[in-house]
């Protein structure tokens, strides 16, 4: 089993900065992939960034050149700088953990933290 402790949510202005950090525990080496996803209210949940273990990224057109995924592979812990926050940044960000190709099944979520952007 794999779980995720995600923290770093908060409030800030537009035109701001926050960082989240995801820290995975448990069944560590059947994880390849983590990423994060957003939800707004009334919206479907949205890819942000995504990461591989071997470092590839990839993120939402909506975030780049704004937002950095990096991974520490030796905590199995991501994280997400999120610099010049827009309101419509504003959603509960969630990290996801996709296993490798011995654990395909895996595929778990934190419990999500609040990020609001005030305008």
């Known amino acids: 089993q794999v779980q995720l402790v995600e923290t770093g949510g908060g409030l800030v202005q537009a035109g701001g900065s926050l960082s989240l950090t995801c820290a995975a525990s448990?069944?560590?080496?059947?994880?390849?992939?983590m990423g994060w996803y957003r939800q707004a209210p009334g919206k479907q949940r949205e890819l942000v960034a995504t990461i591989s273990s071997g470092g590839t990224t990839n993120y939402a057109g909506s975030v780049k050149g704004r937002f950095t995924i990096s991974r520490d592979n030796a905590k199995i812990t991501v994280y997400l700088e999120m610099n010049n926050l827009k309101p419509e940044d504003t959603a509960v960000y969630y990290c996801?953990?996709?296993?490798?190709?011995?654990?395909?099944?895996?595929?778990?979520w934190g419990q999500g933290t609040q990020v609001t952007v005030s305008s």
């Open positions: 996801n953990a996709r296993g490798n190709v011995f654990y395909p099944d895996v595929n778990v």
């Open positions: 448990g069944s560590l080496f059947s994880i390849n992939g």
